[in-house]
Structure formats: C-alpha cells, structure tokens
C-alpha cells in the first residue's frame, strides 16, 4: 500500500479531514482562477465595449458547456481509470490509462472544433438569441471553439494528476495561463479594440499555455503516470473503463446543460438588460460551482483508490467528510455573495443599476440554497467513484433536467407565473430532490459491492 505514495498525496491513509482539505484546496483555487478565464472577459468587455458584448459572451456560455461537457466527461473516466489502478498497485494499468488519455482528448478537442466553428449561428438561432446579439456571439463561439483541442488536453493531464494525488501542479498552470489571459485580454480589447473577438483569442492562448504545461508535468514524471509521448495509443481496456465511466458522465453534464440552454432561452425572453445582468450573476454562481467541483472530484479520487485498495469503511466516509464540508463552505461563501452582491456584479456592468437589480435576484434565489448543489454533486461524484456512472445520469435525466424542462413548459407558462423568479426557483427543486436519490443510490451499490467482495462460506 505504501508504493502509492510514489504517485503523489496518500488517499488511503491517515487522517481523513486533514487529508481531503490538503487535496481539495488546490484544486478549488484552480477551479477558481479557470473560471477567471471567463470572468476576465465579461470584465473586459463590460468595462470597455458595453452592455450588448456583456450579453453576447454571457448568451454562449451554456452551449459552449452543452458541447464541452459530453467530452469532459471522458476526463473524468480517465481519472477513475487512473485512481483505481493506483489503488489496485497496477502500474501496467496506469501507464495504459495515461497513454490511452492523451490521444483520446486530441480526438475529441478536434470533433469540438468542427462542430463548434461550422455550427455555433445555427445553435444560437434555435435558442431565440436577439438579433443585435447573435453575430458577437457567434463570433465569439467560433474563436472559443478553435482552441477546444488545448482545453480538452488540458482537462484529461490534470485529471491524471489528480487522480495520482497532484493538486498543486495544475493550480500552478493555471496562476501562470490566468496571468497570460488577463494580459492579453487587455491588450487585444483596449488597445487592438477587438471586442469579444480579443477576450475569446486571450482565452485560447492561455489554454494552449496550461496545456502545454501539464504535458510537459507529465513527461517529466518518475512513476507509472509519466507520458512518453510515442507510446500513445488506443489501449482497449482503459479506453473501455473512460468510456463505460465518462460517457455516461458527458451526456449527464450535456443533460444538464440542455435544461440550462432552455432557461436560457426562457432568460432571453425578458430582454437584453435582463439578459447582462442574468449573465453577470450566473458567473458569479460559476465561482460557487468551482467549490462544488473541487468536493466532487476529491470525492470521486478518494473513493476510487480506496475501493481500489478493498479499503471500504474509508470510502464510505470519504462521502460523509466532503457532504459536510461543500455544505458548510458553500454557506460560508453564498453568505458573503449575497451581502456584497451589489458591488461584485458592478465590476461586470458598471453603467446599469437595473441590470445589477436583475443580477441580484438570481443571486438570491440560487445562492441561498446553493450548498443543495453542493450535496448533489459530491454524491455524483462519489457514485462514480463506486465506478457507476450510468445511475448518476439516469437519476440526473429525472431529477435536474426532468424537473427543470417540465417546470419550464408548465408552471412558467402561466402568465402569473411567468417570472423569473418562478423560472430560478426549478434549480433549488432539482437539486434537492436530485441529491435525496442519488444518496439512496450510493447507499444501495456500496452495499452490494462490498458484499460482493466478502468472501464467500463456502470458500472458508
């Protein structure tokens, strides 16, 4: 068991909460600055090209997340791939995992970018965008959409990384690409006056930067984890365990953001002001999410390598641990989001008080209950950590986009309830009855795993 530490942090021994706060700090300031990438741009172009260029990048967020998503989630079969096999003591498995990775991105960053630059107006046109909005958009997508090769190469090395125990290289990357997009993103906004042309070009590059940082973290490497990159290859095996684990994982965050596409096509009916500040307030909930993903993968790393290792007991607190911990730091931290509202969303649209209002309104209603997102997602994640991936999504289709499309199509449909405060309250609902299932499900599958590893009566 000791041969783990050759990887990085022991998942399997010692204190536990000592353990998952060391492993989950870094990868929420990574997260965080990852966002910063987005954020920086909505700053940008709030500041320096106005209110219509604010709705323009804020108005594609949720398709860019419904392509993305269905190839992330191949990321994160590749982490279990890679965690259960340093838990089993496997370095065969985690040298084929790690080679099988790699390759796999490059496939999927390509097919993003194909359908991504030829189709971004057409999925724009589905989702009733205004006309004034719909070329910056478009724009924006399309450049955006370029880059995906280096955002996917990016997400699978450092989901290897984590899954070894490394949370602070890709926080590094990410200080040293986040840097770089800021600058950038001034210099082609202010000075070159490219609009969000520049903010998505910025974008790009800093991803091509942190890309070619973790590749380089991963070929210099010692262990089973090192890249070689002429040894890459389809390895069946991996390859089966990152697709039976990260395609059910990339439909579920494209469900997801399939339910967000049609709110945000409901969003888009209030009009542009209410479209910049729904827009300025949801990237700010993006900050909150990154918490919530930081439990989510410590979870689903944790969990792995113990069920690896046949320490169970362990694994199974591993989920009570990140529950109570993404429950208290999410209120903590929508605590202080709903006081200083106000002047955090008029870093976005500094020249509109009724688009701050409007922003305000979807902080209240999402932000107070958001540490239900948080349970929900640390149950996802420790569920694939069990290496089931198809519940979670099943209980997903259900219970987030079931509820959210239905509530869209029903009860917003009533005039008196064709608010948004009506459409904002579906997220707290699909969290909490999203979150009770997947518990239930966790509970069921440990048990018969762990009863399927007794030995049998017979065999005594």
């Not at 022991?10 to 990868?27: E, F, H, K």
């Not at 209410?274 to 300025?280: D, E, L, Q, R, Y």
């Not at 999410?330 to 989001?337: D, M, P």
């Amino acid at each position: 068991m000791g041969k783990n530490r050759v990887y990085g942090q022991d998942m399997l021994s010692g204190p536990l909460v000592r353990s998952v706060a060391r492993y989950t700090i870094p990868i929420i300031l990574t997260n965080v600055l990852q966002l910063l990438f987005n954020a920086a741009d909505l700053v940008v172009v709030g500041q320096f090209a106005g209110e219509l260029s604010v709705a323009a990048v804020g108005n594609s967020g949720s398709i860019i997340n419904l392509i993305v998503n269905l190839f992330i989630g191949l990321s994160v079969g590749a982490s279990v791939a890679v965690a259960y096999s340093i838990g089993e003591n496997k370095a065969e498995d985690v040298h084929k995992a790690v080679h099988t990775a790699v390759p796999t991105a490059l496939v999927g960053g390509v097919i993003i970018t194909f359908i991504g630059v030829f189709f971004s107006e057409t999925f724009l046109r589905m989702m009733d965008t205004p006309e004034n909005v719909l070329p910056l958009s478009a724009l924006y997508m399309r450049i955006y959409f370029a880059g995906s090769v280096f955002m996917l190469i990016y997400n699978f090395c450092a989901a290897i990384l984590r899954a070894s125990g490394d949370t602070k290289s890709p926080l590094v990357f990410l200080i040293i690409a986040g840097v770089i997009n800021v600058i950038l993103n001034l210099i082609f906004v202010v000075f070159c006056h490219m609009d969000v042309a520049g903010v998505a070009l910025a974008t790009t590059i800093s991803q091509a930067v942190s890309a070619t940082l973790v590749v380089i973290a991963l070929m210099k490497r010692t262990d089973a984890c090192r890249f070689i990159p002429s040894k890459m290859r389809f390895h069946k095996q991996p390859l089966l365990k990152m697709i039976k684990i990260g395609i059910p994982a990339g439909i579920q965050g494209s469900l997801f953001s399939i339910s967000n596409v049609i709110i945000q096509t409901s969003i888009n009916s209030f009009g542009e002001i209410f479209m910049s500040g729904n827009a300025a307030a949801s990237n700010v909930e993006s900050f909150i999410y990154s918490i919530i993903v930081a439990f989510h993968q410590t979870a689903l790393n944790f969990i792995s390598q113990n069920m690896g290792a046949g320490q169970y007991k362990r694994a199974k607190k591993v989920l009570r641990v990140c529950i109570l911990g993404v429950t208290v730091v999410c209120l903590v931290v929508c605590a202080c989001v709903v006081l200083f509202g106000r002047g955090i969303l008029s870093v976005y649209i500094p020249n509109s008080a009724e688009a701050i209002e409007w922003g305000m309104l979807r902080v209240i209603y999402l932000c107070i209950p958001y540490f239900l997102c948080g349970m929900m997602d640390v149950t996802t994640g420790s569920l694939r950590g069990l290496g089931s991936s198809v519940v979670p999504m099943l209980i997903s289709v259900i219970g987030v986009c079931g509820i959210r499309i239905a509530w869209v199509f029903t009860v917003f449909r009533i005039p008196e309830y064709h608010t948004p405060q009506c459409l904002y309250l579906s997220y707290p609902l699909s969290w909490a009855v999203t979150f009770l299932l997947e518990l239930i499900a966790f509970l069921i599958l440990f048990k018969k795993k762990t009863d399927a590893a007794k030995p049998s009566p017979l065999s005594k």
